[in-house]
């Protein structure tokens, strides 16, 4: 799934998905970010229409993190979401019932690459197995699964995922079980609509835990009714008690670099990472490709450093405190955190330098002049999902 392995010996990965229109493309980022940011190695944005499509194409190249687009009902947004250059799809076999129409999807998902993950539902199961079945049975659930994987084998496209979601654990565990029994796929966990805190975690625990700790499951989803950073954070916390994932000291998020981009993201933060690691601070860092939306993607970060016109404008929780020469940049995010270890993130932000946010708006503004609105060529794309989802 892009950069995030599922699977075999694969680290088990967290998921949760962003609860804004995917049509507004700055709010689904920062919150993409800030899920990022609290543990979630995958997200997961819905694509219900037109307009979903053409903001995933612009999302799609900035975000940190894999996504999957969430589909229901309409095969044409699950073709327009891969146009969007998606990592991942997510198709429910209750309400995409078209044999051609969900071949028609892995041909192309294979095409391209990208894995599909069959996502079973108790409450929308297929009406003709809920009938057979007398009812959403663990068995009916994994027939499901079962059905839609025969129609992607068809096309030979095996590159699936499969989760058996019930609201019910007992009924969840039960399928999730027989599923490990009938499939070699990984299996995507979660207890779906668990409900707001405490009660949604602790079923999402009782269910997701206990197959973990049989064996069962590569990747898992809290499905819970907060802030989606709970579930993020949820997951997270989850698979580092069982001793599944390592304990986090420093976090470094670092933007996937773009169209925008103002250096080199990759080398930048590799030299971050080394030196911030060796100083064993709880902290979380972004490297940012530019400051014209590095600042505002990353602002759940306690620190990071965005690019803009050979300077380094470094941030503490979204707010600019100070403007460094490019080639200081690392200098000045170590010489910060061991600050903020040391004082806090609000002493720090309460000395910011008060001259840095006109700086760094000074240089967004000459940076947009120079690249303008569109530097991902977003606006190509989006006239292709627009051949999709109006032819
Ligand atoms: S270069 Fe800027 S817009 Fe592009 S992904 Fe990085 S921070 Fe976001």
Do not use: W
Not at 59 to 87: C, K, N, T, Y
Not at 150 to 161: I, M, P
């Amino acid at each position: 799934m892009g950069r995030v392995a599922v699977g075999g010996d694969a680290p088990i990965s967290v998921q949760s998905m962003t609860t804004t229109k995917t049509s507004d493309i700055e709010g689904t980022l920062q919150q993409i970010y800030a899920l990022a940011a609290a543990g979630a190695d995958i997200v997961r944005c819905t694509c219900n229409d037109a307009a979903a499509a053409e903001g995933l194409a612009q999302i799609v190249p900035r975000s940190p993190v894999p996504l999957v687009a969430d589909i229901h009902f309409h095969v044409e947004m699950a073709l327009a979401a891969l146009e969007a250059g998606v990592h991942g799809l997510r198709l429910n076999p209750g309400n995409l019932r078209k044999p051609s129409e969900i071949k028609l999807v892995a041909s192309e998902a294979k095409d391209r690459g990208v894995p599909i993950r069959i996502g079973v539902n108790a409450g929308s199961l297929h009406p003709e197995i809920y009938e057979r079945f007398g009812g959403a049975t663990p068995e009916a659930l994994v027939e499901s699964a079962r059905l839609e994987l025969d129609y992607f084998r068809e096309v030979d496209f095996e590159d699936v995922k499969i989760s058996v979601k019930a609201s019910s654990v007992a009924t969840m565990i039960a399928a999730y079980r027989l599923a490990s029994e009938t499939f070699d796929h990984p299996l995507h966990l979660g207890v779906t609509e668990a409900g707001p805190l405490p009660g949604g975690l602790i079923k999402g625990t009782a269910g997701i835990a206990t197959l973990l700790a049989e064996g069962i499951g590569d990747t898992l989803r809290y499905s819970l009714t907060a802030d989606p950073v709970e579930e993020a954070k949820a997951g997270r916390q989850l698979l580092e008690s069982l001793g599944l994932r390592e304990r986090r000291g420093l976090d470094l998020i670092a933007c996937p670099s773009c169209g925008r981009t103002e250096i080199d993201v990759i080398a930048v933060a590799n030299e971050a990472q080394s030196a911030l690691s060796e100083m064993n601070i709880p902290i979380q860092v972004a490297v940012m490709g530019c400051v014209v939306n590095g600042p505002g993607e990353a602002r759940h970060a306690d620190l990071g450093i965005a690019a803009g016109r050979r300077r380094g404008h470094l941030f503490i929780r979204g707010q600019i405190v100070r403007v460094v020469p490019e080639d200081e940049m690392v200098a000045a995010l170590v010489d910060e955190a061991q600050r903020i270890a040391e004082e806090g993130v609000d002493a720090r932000l309460a000395k910011r330098d008060e001259t840095a946010a006109a700086l760094a708006d000074a240089d967004r503004a000459l940076l947009l002049d120079e690249k303008g609105a569109d530097a991902n060529a977003a606006s190509l794309t989006i006239e292709r999902i627009r051949r999709r989802t109006q032819g």
